[in-house]
């Protein structure tokens, strides 16, 4: 009898050890979501910074148009100047190609803006405004960049 009572309990119960297992998983499992959402986020601004670099590379080309921008004078002119840019940094930036982006000159008037508002707007500000518009693939909105582009009316050549 008296051995009976001095009974000590040695190790662990079954409910302690499940219990135990419960709480591990649940921690591995929030560490394995943290660590995919963190990818997500890495990628995300990824994209993010290859759609400023192209905003960055469109600008640049369109600095180097500057002294023709005065000359589109009608807005078919404008759009086929656009059409070309497009068709030229498409080209040159292929892994793009999948990316919907659009672009305009400021001010849009419902659609595409009035060519006489575009030249007013940038003399008076003394620099042309374009908005773009790149919209990475899986990423949940797109990237919006507004191009400054320094006002000349004339160019001259040296």
């Known amino acids: 009898m008296k051995h009976a009572q001095q009974a000590i309990q040695q190790g662990f119960s079954l409910i302690e050890v499940l219990v135990a297992l419960l709480v591990v998983t649940l921690g591995l499992m929030g560490l394995i979501l943290t660590q ?20 960055q590379d469109l600008q640049e080309r369109l600095r180097v148009q500057v002294c023709f921008l005065p000359q589109l004078t009608t807005d078919t002119a404008w759009q086929q100047f ?12 292929p892994q793009l190609a999948d990316w919907p982006a659009t672009w305009a000159p400021e001010p849009l008037t419902g659609g595409f803006p009035q060519t006489d508002q575009v030249l007013e ?24 960049q507004r191009l400054l582009v320094e006002y000349r009316e004339v160019c001259h050549v040296s």
Do not use: C, D, Y
């Open 121 to 144: 707007k940038a003399q008076e500000q003394g620099f042309w405004s374009f908005e773009l518009s790149l919209h990475p693939p899986r990423t949940a909105a797109p990237v919006m």
């Open 36 to 55: 995919g959402h963190l990818q997500q986020q890495a990628f995300s601004a990824h994209q993010r910074s290859l759609a400023g670099f192209a905003a």
């Open 82 to 93: 656009i059409e070309r840019q497009t068709r030229e940094w498409r080209a040159a930036h």
